[in-house]
């Protein structure tokens, strides 16, 4: 039996009928909504680390690019968690971490739902693109599509861990009047984090926008300041 037959397998062992319905639902499947015609089989993330884990040395790209073209939601999941793993086990291999990064990059299209891009793009395009050009999260964060415009803003988590803002900042702001809500919540969670490092950058950004952005995003981008600042900021 081939590597994937043997994920498939360990995979199907944990599918749960009951929290597959959950998942449709919750990840929003249904015609029209942003997940629709997403297929899912149940299974927690907890179950899916692990496999992700068990398999992650002997998975070859090939079997993760397979992975990845699945229709099942989990399938996808495993395919780009083991990516994150391989990326990790490679910190002094810079060439096994590029591999990485072109598969995730290549497979764009297939990372379609939000918890697939902020699961690993933080963890692999973010941390890949760190000391590079980052053009490509300028390229993806321009498209029409929903899931690039996300993978290019929580990429930059990356580097708002490490005291780096200018690229979330420049993100933020092509995004910042974007028609959907998952990309408000984003760019509003990332203005967040640069809060929680330094607020005084973060209230340079709203004192400029604050008036026009999108009110979920605000709300997602003040939730950490005092009563008092937050409704100094909601007030039009």
Known sequence: MNILKNIEKEIMLKANKEYAQHSQRYFKTGKGEYGENDKFIGLRNPESRAISKKFAKTADYETIEELLNSKIHEFRLIALLILEVKFKNNKKNSEEQEKVFDIYIRNADNINNWDLVDLTAPNIVGKYLKNKNKDILY??????????????????????????????????????????????????????????????????????????????????????????????????
């Open 139 to 236: 390229t993806f964060a321009k498209t029409k599509h929903l899931w690039k415009k996300r993978i290019a803003i929580l990429s930059c988590f990356a580097f708002i861990k490490d005291n780096e803002f200018l690229d979330a900042l420049k993100i933020a702001r092509i995004l910042l009047y974007d028609k959907h809500d998952l990309i408000h919540k984003a760019v509003g969670w990332m203005l967040r984090e640069i809060g929680k490092k330094d607020q005084a950058v973060e209230e340079r950004f709203l004192e400029k926008y604050h008036e026009t952005m999108p009110r979920t995003c605000l709300r997602y981008a003040i939730e950490k300041f005092d009563s008092d600042k937050r409704a100094y900021y909601m007030k039009k």
